[in-house]
């Protein structure tokens, strides 16, 4: 049978997971996840950047968890969903945000081993997050879910095709995700920032400072550069939108 859409969803008394949510776009939604009364599960692989974000949550009032969670590694996000329901008793929402660029050196002479888990990151952790999501959300009746793609992936960028080729991949596989919508009342979408102001594109190039190739472009676009809460209230816009299914949303300024 068809679902009837339309509607507003609230997000106040639902349970989130946001990967990457140690700094930048994915702490920016967690926290504006937790400021719309979700409790939330900061996942990330570095503890200390989570802890901070679960701090700033904890310290309005709000409830967040954090746990260490690599997306590259089937154990461990089967981890992460299992930790999420004993937590808070299932899982409503997901935005699968972890993602990474290639740095320096730049292509063709990134390293091989960059280049696999640039790609394992970027995609196999954006499908296996949304395949566990889905089971967890079978049993709640249905859900949302929010991946990160990019502007690149409609783009061209010569010094890191690998990441324009990754977050081409996750509009595809957001876009083929549509159908769930109907079949298991689980809504599948993404968003597709530009540039955006985070710690990701500091540590680019020697882990201070951006990559050579992209330092250019930052300089360039620098009075357009989108602040992460910008990302994080799109995220919240599909989630509150229950018409919108396996739609990619441009992120730009106005």
Partial sequence: MAQQRGFIVEIEGKVAIVTGAASGIGRATAIALAAEGASVVVADVDAAGGAV?????????????????????PESVRNLFAEAEAAYGGVDIVYNNAGIS??????PDAPLARIAEETH????GVMMGTREAIHAMRKRGGGVIVNTASVAGDGH???????????????SFTQSCAPLAESENIRVNAVS??????AFQGKTGDGE????WLAPSIERHADSILPPEAIAEAVLDFIRDDSKAGEVRTVAPA
């Fill in 121 to 124: 990151i970027n995609t196999s």
């Fill in 157 to 171: 960028l010569p010094f890191d095709p690998m990441y324009s080729a990754t977050k081409k991949a996750v509009m």
């Fill in 102 to 107: 290639s740095g320096e050196p730049h292509w």
């Fill in 53 to 73: 974000t679960v701090g700033e949550i904890t310290g309005a009032d709000g409830a967040a968890t954090f746990v260490a969670c690599d997306v590259t590694s």
């Fill in 209 to 212: 400072r951006p990559a050579s």
């Fill in 193 to 198: 920032p530009g540039m955006v102001r985070t």
